[in-house]
């Protein structure tokens, strides 16, 4: 989930130092000190220890977190140039947000940029991959609409609602220009295109001024990114497998992200080993029409970790004394139905409690969990009013 930079004996707060003392004449450019510059040689010279090719993927394009340091792309496991500046104040998070930090960058390094690249980036892997007629699997985790909202002049104010909407416009022109690659490949009919996000809407790019003007980003749903809400989690799935999947066919069954890795494996006739894919179930028979659900519960949680567990068309929220939504007839959350449903209550946590002891909530092996599990509600320390989260 990250990358594996070696810093060696250094340690990340001076990284990621903003300030210096020495300044030009222009009052927007900060200069790095020669201990600074010296230390990001140190560290972008070198392999990066993590990332996609620990990971098994043959090779990458892209950048680390885009509105973060290091502010350039990267290609495998080396940055493409090392940074020696740091990034301009008119590149960093205002009106629309932009990067969050000033840290290292390449000279005059251009956030608007990002976006079209990996586009292009994509498009050209599509081509070169049908013409060398090998099959492919390109995962585009695209940096949009997330920060930095970035827009390129051709899609400045064309929503006529909000920067951030304008983004969400120019993404959709990227993804049309990538599907555009594959079928100028001739490569559309034997390519299975998945689309989706992982997340909601956050809440501080524009969400208030949009809903002033009628556009709700997440429609009936409630709650915006890091929440366990729907608002947060329930996201678009969109499916596009000529002769597999039939156009503008609709599916209202369950299914989960994590869904992805054995519904490949599947597709593919590949025997997931037990500690791999735990989470997942294969949505191939819904893919190809089925009506029978291949799951009845799912896992979410919120940023600061309080879950909510699925079951059927009911959903538990592990707060307080619990929250209880029956989501067939309250898609927005808003009648708490807790109180009248004890007894659901106690089984849903029973159902939970379950998968956390099986490390899986697939049919399997038993397996450890990777890290130590928190019950809630949980005392948490940092409250200083006592209450739990």
Request: hydrophobic share 35%; charged share 25%; aromatic share 8%.
């Amino acid at each position: 989930l990250g990358m594996g930079w070696d810093f060696g004996a250094n340690a990340r707060p001076d990284f990621l130092k903003v300030s210096c003392p020495k300044k030009n004449n222009d009052e927007a450019t900060i200069i790095p000190s020669a201990e600074q510059l010296a230390l990001w040689k140190d560290v972008f010279s070198k392999p990066i220890k993590g990332g996609p090719l620990t990971a098994g993927f043959d090779r990458y394009f892209g950048t680390d977190v885009p509105n973060w340091p290091p502010f350039c792309f990267i290609e495998n496991d080396r940055t493409i140039g090392v940074p020696a500046a740091f990034l301009r104040r008119d590149q960093l998070k205002g009106e629309p947000h932009m990067a969050s930090v000033q840290g290292p960058a390449l000279k005059d390094w251009n956030l608007f940029e990002i976006l079209p690249t990996l586009g292009r980036k994509a498009s050209a892997y599509i081509e070169e991959q049908a013409k060398a007629k090998q099959p492919f699997l390109l995962y585009l985790p695209l940096t949009a609409p997330h920060e930095p909202i970035a827009i390129i002049d051709r899609w400045k104010g064309k929503s006529g609602l909000h920067p951030y909407a304008d983004y969400v416009m120019e993404t959709d022109d990227v993804i049309g220009s990538v599907l555009d690659a594959i079928e100028k490949s001739g490569v559309a009919d034997n390519t299975l295109v998945l689309f989706t996000s992982d997340n909601g809407k956050w809440q501080g790019s524009g969400a208030a001024e949009l809903e002033k003007k009628g556009h709700y980003s997440s429609g009936p749903l409630r709650g915006y990114k890091g929440e366990v809400l729907e608002g947060g989690h329930r996201m678009p799935f969109i499916v596009r497998w000529p002769g597999h999947v039939a156009a503008k066919f609709s599916c209202d069954k369950l299914v989960h992200q994590a869904d992805v890795m054995a519904t490949l494996a599947d597709i593919l006739g590949v025997t997931l080993p037990p500690e791999a894919g735990v989470d997942s179930f294969s949505i191939l028979p819904l893919l190809k029409g089925s009506d029978k659900p291949v799951r009845t519960h799912a896992v979410s949680c919120a940023g600061s970790g309080v879950p909510g567990f699925r079951s059927g068309e009911w959903k538990l929220i592990y707060r307080g004394d619990g929250q209880l939504y029956n989501l067939a007839q309250d898609i927005g959350e808003t009648n708490n139905l807790a109180g009248k449903e004890p007894e659901r209550v106690k089984t849903m946590k029973a159902q939970f409690e379950e998968i956390i002891v099986n490390g899986r909530s697939t049919p399997g092996s038993k397996q450890a969990n990777d890290v130590e599990v928190w019950r809630y509600p949980r005392e948490m320390k940092a409250k200083k009013n006592g209450k739990k989260d």
